[in-house]
């Protein structure tokens, strides 16, 4: 069973930063694809960034150039750090894993980001 456990999540005002956090357990990290998706109120959860093992990265458009994805596989630990927010970009962030080799995919229970204007 992999548990994913995010943190970092909060109140921030436009323009501002954020740093998401999210630590895996119960796999090996290093080969599974993880990524971060949101949800905003009434709207359907949405890609916002991907990490491949191999270090490939995609981004969801709305987010190219101030969002960054990474991971440190010592740690196994994945970090969405987010920049030059946005109002909409207020949402609830769940960090995401599908395991290598299979359909299996597992989802963190959430963090709050809220953007004020």
């Known amino acids: 069973q992999v548990q994913l456990v995010e943190s970092g999540g909060g109140l921030v005002q436009a323009g501002g930063s954020l740093r998401l956090s999210c630590a895996a357990s119960?796999?090996?990290?290093?080969?599974?694809?993880m990524g971060w998706y949101r949800q905003a109120l009434g709207k359907p959860r949405d890609l916002v960034a991907r990490?491949?093992?191999?270090?490939?990265?995609n981004y969801a458009n709305s987010v190219k150039g101030r969002f960054t994805i990474s991971r440190d596989n010592a740690k196994n630990t994945v970090y969405l750090q987010m920049s030059s927010l946005k109002p909409e970009d207020t949402a609830v962030y769940y960090c995401?894993?599908?395991?290598?080799?299979?359909?299996?995919?597992?989802w963190g229970q959430g963090t709050q980001v809220t953007v004020s204007s």
């Open positions: 995401w894993t599908r395991i290598s080799g299979t359909s299996l995919e597992y």
């Open positions: 990490i491949w093992s191999s270090g490939s990265t």
């Open positions: 119960g796999s090996t990290f290093s080969v599974n694809t």
